[in-house]
């Protein structure tokens, strides 16, 4: 069945035919269509390569040091990460949906599949950031603000982390560490050039205040190496999926705005399927980072 | 091939030629990847010793499967594109393998280097 | 040469003719905003020359104060950290703001489409952002350079990257974007051969110039994520240090190694698969020959672009990296050899027996030949494992990769700049003025590099500031021929712009060549082409007879007796 076959009448917005949405320098909506078609799908080509760096680093340190992720992995809450599973599922579905809609030209359908996906997109970043939060409170920051790096190099938390910010076992300091290190690893790092330095002053080194820092209760990680390495994947590899995800909700918001206008139709549905495709790339990685992350024992 | 895109021939003044999925295959595929999603958390607790990977690897490549096929509509595109899409994974997989086999070759000196570090710190 | 200014400069030069606005995408509509908001290809690829030779002037700068500097031994002006920034300044600069995007962002932009007979790219957008990104990139380099400088060499390799107190992240930020930047520009080409090729040009009747594009874009859409991710986890091991890369937190240095050349290695055959094609289209117009062997040369360009993903080791021999893969990378490094010699024994074929005439691009090409050979030979002693040992990281791998990526790429780029400068302005540079400025690169480019050879294969290494008094004579013929270099360098580019105010008005087809872009008039009109040009075969020159009125060639029906002076 396709979209010749399977509508006839045209759709009630007559104002944008076919023809206005076909660009200069491209022949017929079919050329344009599979041009951006192709077009996506080599963009998501480049997406699994990014990915990949991450998966790669994460199968290295697993095969080598798997004892490093069966410790770690009893922080994560395996829980949290399957209801985000099926959210994320759940919006794939009304994506496809939506794709569908779009194609027969029902426009309030599309709207309605449109809404509930970027909802579903939302519910998403709440669940991810409740579980950063409950990790944020157990000091398990990425990095060397992560408290079993203190704990493991001390010398070198002295030297990139102030006294007032390294972990001391107390919860209240949990608030302020993260400021450097959320930004850095959420937004790419937009201001690099402060907060680099800066701590480097308070390097003279005192009492260790974070040598007992392990013994607050939660991970019974005593005598395992190297533990941060899972916590900065973890952060890499969700953070940057979170930022797909951010920056899926702004093209499905860009495609709200455009159906609105009643710009789709079975004519001209292009920017539904092509935010789609990525919509489902971005399920489908993770679908991976579920169980890699997650379900490890 | 002019300015402006003219109507074409009549069997093309209807817009694109592209596949639309039916209500059934949408949920049928939204309803096995619920499944397997259960089946992962399910079998979490069951220890299946080293291979364990290998299973949540092995059905997440099942879903994976089913969403780009699906979902994605892979199954009608061009083999051109799904064929690009495959030989992007292939690179994925030179890309990890070849750097885990050197990894894994060189571990012991890097062990090596530890427990020396270690014992000299200890002394 | 400013971009908002350009198309005034023609205003008088062109418009006596019978042309309208319409006729030249030059005057088509004026103004600064004209060019920087243009969806144009042949604007955006005019746009791209301009930001890449500025960036080349200023790593050429870079490499002069360097060569300079090493007239002596001992310190002349620059201390070892300057140096040390100086070196890796001229390097990023040189790899990522020009080499990467010289050929194909800045004249595959132009070519591409006009060659296929297309009014656009495929997603013009796309290709304006990819442009901006550049320019994002290019300034987040001038800010790393302006608030610290950058010293960890342009490979940032840890652990130093991670403890400099110079600009890592800056530069870093700008290797991302450019990153994007490289990859929106192989996107849009490769979805453009592959939907809008015109009717009757098949894969095997495209120029051999749109083939290396292609390859190149492949590896730009599976190399340069790597490299964007790459970027992204040293950024975080250097302001988190999560312990991936940094051994002082349990990381893996050569894992980071792995990473970098997973992407940069196949990045060296997107610097050079352009520049062979351009090689590959100017040695069969001036030899007015067929070009021989065209589909080995095809494939050639793929299988390099293939086998370049399989190599990446080879920059990793005394890293730690393990014995096993040493082996293996050593081995498979040599197979790369074997697509570069089939395009250089084909080009050679070409030449047999052609009419082979000495216009300054085949100047260039004769030139390209000459040094990517000596550079690519040269890489058989880097790639077998026991003389690497030897020879990494001295001068010797310095000569090895400037003679393939100056000697190939930058020379084959000028040479490609001349060919198409036509075509790009409507105006002819003086042939005499460009052979001289050629004759002066070529010598100048051998007398820099040559002594580097000797001086790297008797044990001067690479990146030192000061060296003792054996190697003083071979440093000192280098720094003349750096001198020598840049003058030739300076004066070719000079010769082109001169022509913008002086040069003789260019006819359609000046080197008589049977791709598509020399059907339309020079400079093309704002939509390429009002009706599809016909497509033939690519390198079929038996049609094209010298005219002298129009002081091109014209088409001719039927075969027709050849000419080759003109």
């Known amino acids: 069945m396709t979209v010749a076959e399977s509508t006839h009448e045209h759709d009630a917005h007559g104002h944008h035919s076919p023809e206005a949405h076909v660009a200069h320098h491209f022949e017929s909506p079919q050329q344009q269509f599979d041009s951006g078609k192709l077009g996506i799908w080599m963009f998501l080509i480049t997406e699994v390569l990014f990915f990949s760096g991450m998966f790669c680093a994460y199968a290295i340190y697993r095969s080598l040091h798997p004892e490093i992720f069966i410790d770690a992995a009893k922080e994560l809450n395996a829980m949290l990460g399957a209801l985000n599973t099926v959210v994320l599922i759940v919006s794939s579905l009304t994506m496809a949906w939506a794709v569908r809609a779009a194609q027969l030209s029902q426009k309030k359908l599309l709207i309605v599949l449109l809404w509930i996906t970027?909802?579903?997109a939302g519910v998403f970043l709440g669940v991810k950031t409740v579980e950063y939060t409950t990790k944020f409170q157990h000091e398990l920051y990425p990095g060397i603000y992560n408290h079993f790096a203190q704990e493991q190099y001390p010398t070198v938390a002295d030297k990139y982390v102030s006294k007032e910010n390294q972990a001391s076992g107390g919860a209240e300091h949990a608030t302020e560490a993260p400021a450097h290190g959320e930004e850095h690893s959420e937004e790419h790092g937009s201001t690099p050039a402060t907060g680099e330095h800066e701590e480097h002053a308070h390097a003279e080194a005192g009492g260790h205040a974070h040598a007992e820092a392990g013994g607050h209760g939660h991970g019974g990680a005593q005598g395992v190496r190297n533990i941060h390495i899972f916590f900065g994947i973890y952060y890499m590899m969700?953070?940057?999926h979170a930022i797909h995800i951010i920056?899926?909700?702004?093209?499905?918001?860009?495609?709200i705005y455009r159906a609105n206008k009643g710009e789709f139709s079975s004519e001209y549905f292009g920017p539904v399927d092509y935010v789609g495709l990525y919509w489902h790339l971005v399920d489908l990685i993770w679908i991976y980072l579920f169980p890699l992350l997650y379900l490890i024992h | 091939m002019s300015d402006h895109a003219q109507p074409n021939d009549d069997s093309h003044d209807h817009g694109i030629h592209a596949h639309v999925m039916s209500m059934s295959t949408l949920f049928g595929t939204f309803a096995a990847l619920l499944v397997l999603t259960g089946l992962t958390v399910a079998i979490y607790e069951i220890d299946f010793g080293a291979i364990d990977i290998w299973v949540a690897m092995g059905i997440a490549t099942v879903k994976a499967t089913l969403v780009a096929v699906y979902f994605m509509h892979l199954r009608y595109e061009k083999p051109f594109i799904t064929l690009s899409f495959l030989f992007s994974l292939a690179f994925v997989a030179l890309f990890i393998s070849v750097s885990l086999m050197d990894?894994?070759?060189?571990e012991p000196q890097v062990e090596?280097?530890?427990?020396?570090?270690?014992?000299?710190?200890?002394e | 040469m400013s971009v908002g200014s350009t198309p005034d400069k023609f205003q008088a030069a062109n418009l006596d003719g019978a042309q309208t606005r319409e006729d030249n995408y030059l005057l088509a509509s004026s103004g600064v905003g004209s060019w920087l908001f243009t969806l144009d290809h042949k604007r955006i690829g005019v746009m791209y020359l301009v930001g890449i030779l500025v960036s080349f002037f200023l790593g050429g700068i870079f490499a002069l104060i360097l060569r300079a500097e090493l007239f002596t031994g001992t310190k002349l002006f620059l201390t070892e950290d300057q140096y040390n920034q100086m070196f890796t300044l001229h390097g990023a600069v040189m790899t990522f703001l020009f080499i990467i995007p010289s050929i194909p962002a800045a004249l595959g932009n132009f070519v591409l489409p006009v060659m296929l007979g297309q009014k656009d790219v495929a997603f013009p957008r796309m290709n304006l952002g990819s442009f901006y990104l550049w320019v994002v990139g290019a300034i987040f380099f001038l800010c790393a350079i302006i608030f610290g400088g950058l010293d960890t060499g342009w490979t940032f390799y840890t652990p130093y990257s991670v403890t400099t107190s110079t600009r890592v992240i800056l530069a870093l930020l700008g290797v991302f974007v450019l990153g994007?930047?490289?990859i929106f520009t192989g996107l849009n080409f490769i979805v453009t051969i592959n939907t809008m090729r015109p009717h009757g040009m098949t894969w095997f009747k495209m120029p051999l110039f749109l083939w290396s594009i292609y390859a190149t874009s492949i590896i730009q859409l599976l190399a340069t994520p790597v490299l964007g991710i790459t970027g992204l986890l040293l950024i975080a091991e250097r302001a988190l240090h999560?312990?991936?890369?940094?051994?002082?937190?349990?990381?893996?240095?050569?894992?980071?190694?792995?990473?970098?050349?997973?992407?940069?290695?196949?990045?060296?055959y997107i610097m050079i698969l352009p520049a062979m094609g351009i090689i590959s289209e100017l040695i069969a117009v001036f030899s007015r020959k067929h070009i021989f062997g065209y589909r080995f040369i095809a494939y050639s360009s793929i299988a390099i672009a293939l086998l370049g993903f399989l190599v990446w080791g080879h920059h990793m021999f005394v890293s730690g990296q393990s014995q096993l893969a040493a082996v293996v990378f050593s081995g498979l490094t040599f197979s790369v050899s074997i697509p570069s010699a089939i395009k250089v024994f084909n080009w050679l074929a070409t030449m047999y027996k052609g009419s082979i005439s000495l216009a300054t691009p085949m100047c260039y090409a004769l030139a390209f030949i000459f040094l990517f050979t000596i550079g690519g030979l040269t890489g058989l002693f880097l790639g077998?494992?026991?003389t690497d040992i030897q020879l990494h990281d001295t001068y010797f791998v310095v000569a090895h990769f400037h003679y393939v990526m100056m000697g190939g790429t930058l020379v084959a780029f000028v040479g490609g700049l001349y060919y198409w400068w036509p075509k790009m302005f409507g105006v002819m540079y003086n042939e005499n003025a460009g052979r001289l400025f050629c004759l002066i690169v070529f010598l100048g480019f051998n007398l820099t590099f040559f002594p580097q050879f000797i001086m790297g294969a008797r044990g001067m290494p690479r990146r030192y500031a000061r060296y003792v008094e054996e190697f003083q004579i071979y440093h000192q013929l280098s720094t003349l021929g750096a001198f020598l270099l840049g003058i030739g360098m300076v004066g070719a580019i000079g010769v082109l712009l001169y022509s913008l105010y002086r040069g003789k008005k260019a006819p359609a087809n000046p080197w008589g060549a049977n791709t598509l872009e020399w059907m339309c008039s020079s400079p093309p009109p704002l939509a390429n082409f009002d009706n599809p040009p016909p497509v033939g075969d690519p390198y079929d020159y038996s049609n094209l007879r010298y005219d002298e009125r129009e002081g091109g060639y014209v088409t001719v029906p039927g075969p027709a007796k050849k000419t080759s002076s003109h």
């Open chain 3, 242 to 268: 999560i312990g991936i890369f940094d051994p002082e937190m349990g990381g893996d240095p050569v894992l980071f190694q792995h990473f970098f050349w997973f992407y940069s290695h196949p990045a060296v």
């Open chain 2, 103 to 106: 990894a894994r070759e060189y």
């Open chain 1, 247 to 255: 920056g899926g909700m702004g093209a499905i918001g860009w495609l």
């Open chain 1, 118 to 120: 970027l909802a579903l």
């Open chain 3, 180 to 182: 994007f930047s490289s």
């Open chain 3, 384 to 386: 077998a494992l026991a």
């Open chain 2, 112 to 122: 090596a280097l530890h427990n020396a570090q270690m014992q000299e710190a200890a």
């Open chain 1, 238 to 240: 969700t953070g940057i």
